[in-house]
């Protein structure tokens, strides 16, 4: 039951100060679109890059001629990105006040090591946005499909090799996620990788994970494993071989196999598929396999949950793929117990996902 109250009904087991906060919490889930929206248009400004290059606290209207835009809409943006955390007023000289870079907006910046630009302009390109409106029929649908075939008559994989645009975007986005979590994985690492000579990192992309690996641990010969239509089209690195194929059918031979982003995509059938193939092309008394995945319930970093993380991107999972999804601890547990490995230990790092490693 409701109550009318100055002609607004309320619900009768909420006061006035707690009813203000549950309706701010719908509207702020009403209008969760408009936080990557925003970011994505500041991307495209090029608000970060700017800023990089300037040390002082940059006004307003330099900031707006700088980027060629309208000063009342920019400083709407940024006031928005502001109260987001993601940029930062500072008072500056005659009472003015100037713009500057914070942790958060330095991931913005087109280009750079840490940037996670490619990763917002691929979530919120229109192909990857399409499928969420298709979300309740997945749910609802008894049919082994995915929102985003509903949405593009073809899954993401096969969408991707008919276009090299999305292809790209696709590649681009992973390798800024590799550049962010590879750092966490080499400085907190070393040990996994100690006596590997050779490593396949299958579904590695462009290249750029193992390309960091071979980088930090100079003794390792890598193998980047891809489709066709990914591996082709990978540049040269040093110490890396460019490998087609698909891990489905067989994976190439190397003393340990790198798994980092690739079996969220896929169900329970399919990942132990694809880790059979693993256990296959690695030596059973030595070999390992290692996997960068979330586990939804591990925390980091003295307790600190992750798990809303792992949440959200377990609805990505749900959106852009057919089966895939982020495990539990406990999921893992069984699909790697039912592909054959006989053990396998959770590493923790300062990292969204930690590092499992898996032994035949």
């Given at each position: 039951?409701?109550?009318?109250?100055?002609?607004?009904?309320?619900?009768?087991?909420?006061?006035?100060?707690?009813?203000?906060?549950?309706?701010?919490?719908?509207?702020?889930?009403?209008?969760?679109?408009?936080?990557?929206?925003?970011?994505?248009?500041?991307?495209?400004?090029?608000?970060?890059?700017?800023?990089?290059?300037?040390?002082?606290?940059?006004?307003?209207?330099?900031?707006?001629?700088?980027?060629?835009?309208?000063?009342?809409?920019?400083?709407?943006?940024?006031?928005?990105?502001?109260?987001?955390?993601?940029?930062?007023?500072?008072?500056?000289?005659?009472?003015e006040m100037g713009y500057?870079?914070?942790?958060?907006?330095?991931?913005?910046?087109?280009?750079?090591?840490?940037?996670?630009?490619?990763?917002?302009?691929?979530?919120?390109?229109?192909?990857?946005l399409a499928p969420w409106?298709?979300?309740?029929?997945?749910?609802?649908?008894?049919?082994?499909?995915?929102?985003?075939?509903?949405?593009?008559?073809?899954?993401?994989?096969?969408?991707?090799?008919?276009?090299?645009?999305?292809?790209?975007?696709?590649?681009?986005?992973?390798?800024?996620?590799?550049?962010?979590?590879?750092?966490?994985?080499?400085?907190?690492?070393?040990?996994?990788?100690?006596?590997?000579?050779?490593?396949?990192?299958?579904?590695?992309?462009?290249?750029?994970?193992?390309?960091?690996?071979?980088?930090?641990?100079?003794?390792?010969?890598?193998?980047?494993?891809?489709?066709?239509?990914?591996?082709?089209?990978?540049?040269?690195?040093?110490?890396?071989?460019?490998?087609?194929?698909?891990?489905?059918?067989?994976?190439?031979?190397?003393?340990?196999?790198?798994?980092?982003?690739?079996?969220?995509?896929?169900?329970?059938?399919?990942?132990?598929?694809?880790?059979?193939?693993?256990?296959?092309?690695?030596?059973?008394?030595?070999?390992?396999?290692?996997?960068?995945?979330?586990?939804?319930?591990?925390?980091?970093?003295?307790?600190?949950?992750?798990?809303?993380?792992?949440?959200?991107?377990?609805?990505?999972?749900?959106?852009?793929?057919?089966?895939?999804?982020?495990?539990?601890?406990?999921?893992?547990?069984?699909?790697?117990?039912?592909?054959?490995?006989?053990?396998?230990?959770?590493?923790?790092?300062?990292?969204?996902?930690?590092?499992?490693?898996?032994?035949?």
């Amino acid at each position: 039951m409701a109550k009318e109250t100055n002609g607004f009904a309320r619900l009768n087991d909420v006061g006035e100060e707690e009813e203000s906060q549950v309706q701010a919490d719908i509207w702020r889930c009403i209008s969760g679109f408009s936080e990557m929206a925003v970011a994505k248009c500041a991307i495209e400004l090029g608000i970060s890059d700017f800023l990089e290059t300037h040390q002082e606290p940059v006004p307003l209207n330099q900031l707006s001629s700088a980027l060629g835009c309208s000063a009342s809409s920019l400083h709407r943006i940024l006031r928005f990105l502001i109260n987001r955390g993601i940029f930062k007023l500072v008072p500056i000289e005659n009472g003015e006040m100037g713009y500057v870079q914070t942790p958060v907006s330095r991931l913005l910046k087109r280009d750079g090591e840490n940037s996670m630009a490619a990763l917002v302009l691929l979530e919120s390109s229109p192909v990857m946005l399409a499928p969420w409106h298709y979300l309740s029929a997945r749910v609802l649908s008894n049919e082994n499909s995915g929102a985003f075939s509903a949405a593009h008559g073809k899954d993401l994989w096969e969408y991707a090799k008919t276009n090299p645009e999305h292809s790209k975007l696709i590649n681009d986005a992973l390798a800024c996620h590799a550049r962010v979590t590879m750092h966490a994985i080499i400085d907190n690492c070393v040990e996994i990788f100690k006596g590997i000579d050779s490593l396949v990192d299958v579904g590695g992309g462009n290249g750029t994970t193992l390309g960091m690996l071979v980088k930090a641990f100079p003794w390792i010969n890598g193998i980047n494993f891809d489709l066709p239509h990914v591996a082709s089209v990978a540049p040269p690195c040093h110490g890396v071989v460019h490998v087609e194929g698909d891990m489905f059918h067989s994976v190439p031979k190397a003393q340990a196999v790198f798994l980092m982003s690739v079996l969220h995509d896929w169900g329970d059938e399919e990942c132990i598929q694809i880790l059979k193939k693993c256990i296959e092309a690695i030596p059973k008394d030595t070999g390992k396999v290692i996997i960068v995945e979330a586990v939804l319930d591990e925390k980091i970093d003295k307790g600190k949950s992750l798990k809303d993380v792992g949440i959200m991107l377990d609805m990505i999972m749900m959106a852009h793929t057919t089966n895939g999804k982020e495990r539990t601890a406990k999921e893992w547990d069984h699909i790697l117990s039912a592909a054959g490995f006989s053990r396998h230990t959770i590493v923790q790092i300062p990292a969204i996902e930690p590092v499992i490693v898996a032994y035949p």
